[in-house]
């Protein structure tokens, strides 16, 4: 927040207080997300280049992501589109939860963490449920050639699904980006939880009540909402363009 | 709390409000969340719409989709990272180095990708799949002919 008149501005330089006007571990937080913000920035613009560069072979995400779960219908990016409401939901609740703090309501705080943590869990899921559709792939397949090690050339072959090598909805490199990334986001979100999981353990026993402030719920909270900033944007460069 | 912090003045109960300040604040994030609510509905919307009416790739899409994302990332770092209420001081030190790398790599992969993109530079596709995506494009992909309700596991495969 910005309290400007609390702090001298000949005091803010010479040591002792913030010029930023926050505290050391928030700061840190934060700069800890825009290094992380660049290592996803990279990996996208990489991601971009690749495509670019097959720009005519590169799959539509509406022809690879169709499945819905319990339900036996051709439903393009519907799951993700779930997905994607659950993750902004759960970054509610966390924020949600941050507002409580700030008013030092540990009841609110409590449950408001709780939805954020079954929010995170069930996107990771989800994501499992993704993973496995597109690596079981279709009934049909594809024809590719695929390189025989005992041949020593290419044969004609039916491939079903996706993996490092080969990718039956389109060139490889889609695959491959596609597991490193949402991969990597997915390794975000899973640690998300496990750290909301111990902060929530926290909160119940009391740590923020004694220490008279839940500033740990609000850099937890920086971390989630990263999370999900990311995912939008992962969102639009998979599934929607 | 620890030997790391300066301890004055305490920035983290400086964050402190009372439940009538809590009120609109959180009126202000629920507002936040249905705006992004709406966005997504409206990008899935028009993504579902996209290939029957021929917008897949053309750049209108494109624009409005990465610039809808921008809005997006914009509401999550401004109001729910509270990124907007910091000091101007600290909002450009976290926002300025980013933007500015990204714009560079963002330059530099559209010039690069273009050129190696370029048939005379491009490593060698497999004919089968480029056979594959021009009749997904030309509308009968090779899901067409799936058949529909086989057995439990597979069911909801291959519908087209």
Request: charged fraction near 15%.
């Amino acid at each position: 927040m910005s309290h400007s008149t609390e702090i001298d501005s000949k005091q803010a330089w010479d040591g002792g207080t913030s010029p930023f006007g926050v505290s050391y571990g928030k700061m840190m937080m934060w700069f800890f997300l825009v290094s992380d913000a660049l290592t996803f920035g990279g990996l996208l613009v990489s991601y971009g280049f690749i495509r670019h560069k097959y720009v005519d072979v590169w799959p539509k995400a509406e022809n690879v992501f169709t499945h819905f779960p319990f339900i036996e219908q051709h439903l393009p990016l519907a799951y993700v589109g779930l997905m994607t409401f659950i993750l902004i939901m759960s970054s509610v609740t966390m924020v949600l939860a941050v507002e409580a703090g700030h008013r030092n309501d540990r009841k609110k705080v409590t449950i408001w963490m709780f939805w954020t943590i079954v929010g995170g869990a069930t996107f990771v899921g989800s994501q499992a449920w993704e993973w496995y559709h597109f690596i079981i792939g279709t009934e049909t397949g594809a024809l590719r050639n695929v390189w025989s090690e005992e041949l020593h050339t290419y044969v004609q072959q039916t491939v079903y699904g996706a993996n490092m090598t080969v990718n039956e909805y389109g060139v490889p490199q889609f695959a491959n980006y596609f597991f490193f990334i949402t991969g990597f986001h997915g390794f975000h979100v899973f640690s998300g939880v496990i750290i909301n999981l111990v902060i929530f353990l926290n909160v119940l026993k009391g740590t923020y009540e004694k220490r008279g402030h839940y500033e740990m719920v609000e850099k937890v909270g920086l971390y989630w909402h990263f999370v999900d900033l990311v995912w939008v944007f992962v969102f639009t460069f998979f599934y929607l363009l | 709390m620890s030997e790391f912090h300066d301890d004055y003045p305490s920035y983290e109960t400086l964050a402190h409000h009372s439940e009538e300040e809590g009120k609109p604040i959180r009126k202000n994030l629920w507002r936040v969340f249905w705006y992004m609510l709406a966005i997504t509905i409206f990008e899935l919307v028009v993504g579902s719409m996209a290939p029957s009416q021929g917008w897949s790739g053309t750049l209108g899409i494109k624009v409005l989709f990465i610039g809808l994302t921008i809005v997006k990332a914009g509401f999550i770092v401004m109001a729910f990272m509270h990124l907007g209420h910091e000091r101007t001081f600290m909002k450009y030190t976290i926002l300025l180095p980013y933007v500015i790398f990204i714009s560079y790599a963002i330059f530099i992969i559209l010039d690069e990708g273009v050129y190696s993109g370029d048939p005379q530079n491009r490593t060698k596709v497999d004919p089968l799949l480029i056979k594959q995506q021009e009749d997904l494009k030309a509308g009968h992909g090779h899901h067409a002919d799936a058949a529909e309700g086989h057995g439990a596991e597979h069911a909801e495969e291959a519908h087209h």
